[in-house]
């Protein structure tokens, strides 16, 4: 260790100070790091109580105008470091030999700018109102200043940070934050909440999209969207991905969004009431999920496009039957045999009356109901039925063909024993004129 020699001279006293002493930071004098020479008189016990105020003066001046170790900064950690949001992240920097008047100062990258995120022991109040960031004090001396820095991290926190020496950029030094950030939402069609419906119609191209956003990096996101009980459709959309600024609290952040979009898909009856489910899944995160149920609307769907059913004369109260699937719901429906016709809520006529039967909660499924008071020979034969919603009418009709028990298939009365016997006269005729 160098010595220096330093005089303070008061009342005729003269104190020679070694830096060994200086850098102990205490007032303490004795034999070997004091000589006393004086007018005054006495030993140098009792004439070193003269100098003591004075000394604490003296050692400031002697120890910054004597020779130094060099000013540093150090921050750890360094390099690329990296969380996940809702991490506690900390950082602490160093500042060792310096001199009054140094100040270490914290900066980051904010939007392209670099803005100050603490001075000394103040935190700019910036950050300090967004309530994730605490900051406290290590060290505070002559010669040392240390503080660290602790962040509950979020996306916006990403990107370089500084710590250096106030008024002198040469001292710095630099670490980068990346956040590990997956999606935060997952919508369909810009609907995130689950139990929601969309509605399509089922004759006409629809735009379908799902979008996961909120990610910092598309290269850890895969994404795939179901019709949940029919199949994975995802080979059927576009991807696409696009990265957006934000502001939240003051500070900038950059984030993406990838979209699976299908501009033209067409939804069929059969996937009424169905959930269609989006999931996003990010490297390392649990999976997100958006889920929405389909409501497919159309025109009206007839199931009994060519059924058969049988009953006996004098049959009490039967009913011919046909499920009908409707969304929107019905405008209309007709009972048609021969050229009666037999609308759905109106009065009975000919002993038929025709009725509509909801069969699930969303009023969407049903059944056509055509009573038939007492069976008799006229009511055997071909029954059509038509039904029509705002959308338009059931493409193709439904048919039933109620035969006689034990006739099926063979002679019938009413309605269709008289398409029969016009059939076989007219083909009695053309077999007697080919004859003669």
């Given amino acids: 260790m160098k010595c220096l020699t330093c005089s303070f001279k008061e009342r005729g006293v003269t104190i020679g100070l070694s830096r060994a002493s200086l850098l102990t930071n205490t007032i303490t004098l004795n034999k070997q790091d004091l000589k006393v020479r004086t007018r005054i008189g006495g030993n140098m016990e009792s004439n070193s109580r003269l100098v003591q105020a004075g000394l604490l003066a003296v050692l400031l001046a002697c120890y910054f105008h004597g020779t130094k170790a060099a000013l540093a900064v150090t921050l750890t950690p360094t390099g690329q470091v990296s969380f996940k949001p809702g991490d506690q992240a900390s950082f602490t920097c160093e500042m060792t030999d310096r001199t009054p008047g140094d100040i270490l100062v914290w900066k980051k990258l904010n939007g392209g700018v670099w803005i100050e995120m603490a001075t000394n022991s103040v935190l700019n109040p910036l950050f300090n109102n967004t309530g994730r960031y605490t900051y406290k004090t290590d060290m505070a001396t002559f010669q040392i200043l240390k503080y660290t820095m602790t ?13 250096m020496r106030g008024g ?29 419906e969309l509605t399509f119609n089922s004759t006409q191209e629809s735009e379908v999209s799902c979008v996961a956003s909120g990610f910092n990096n598309a290269n850890l996101l895969t994404m795939r969207i179901t019709i949940v009980g029919r199949g994975d459709i995802t080979d059927q959309f576009t991807s696409t991905v696009e990265y957006y600024n934000f502001t939240k609290d003051g500070l900038h952040g950059r984030a993406g969004r990838r979209a699976l979009t299908n ?9 009424d009431n169905k959930d269609l489910q989006c999931v996003a899944d990010y490297t390392g995160f649990t999976t997100l999920a958006g889920l929405v149920t389909v409501r497919v609307q159309g025109v009206p769907v007839i199931t009994c496009t060519n059924s058969n059913r049988t009953t006996s004369v004098n049959q009490k109260g039967f009913k011919l039957t046909c499920p009908v699937i409707s969304n929107p719901q019905l405008t209309s429906l007709v009972w048609v045999y021969g050229n009666e016709r037999y609308p759905m809520g109106e009065p009975a006529k000919n002993g038929l009356s025709a009725s ?37 009418d059931a493409v193709p009709e439904g048919k039933v063909t109620l035969w006689e028990l034990g006739k099926t ?18 083909l009695m005729t053309v077999l007697q004129a080919a004859l003669h």
């Avoid at 962040?151 to 710590?163: F, H, N, Q, T, V």
């Avoid at 002198?168 to 139990?195: C, F, H, R, Y």
């Fill in 151 to 163: 962040i509950k991290i979020a996306l916006e926190d990403a990107g370089p940070i500084r710590c």
């Fill in 168 to 196: 002198n950029p040469a001292l710095t030094k630099e670490l980068s934050v990346t956040v590990l950030a997956p999606p935060t939402t997952v919508k369909i069609n810009n609907v995130s909440a689950a139990g929601r």
């Fill in 263 to 271: 501009n033209r898909y067409i939804f069929n009856g059969a996937d």
């Fill in 356 to 392: 509509y039967d909801i069969t699930d909660s969303t009023k969407k499924h049903g059944e056509a109901v055509l009573t038939i008071e007492s069976v008799a020979k006229e009511h055997f034969g071909e029954y059509k039925l038509q039904a029509a919603n705002r959308l338009g």
């Fill in 409 to 426: 298939g063979g002679s019938t009365s009413g309605a269709g024993a008289m398409a029969s016997f016009v059939l076989l006269t007219g």
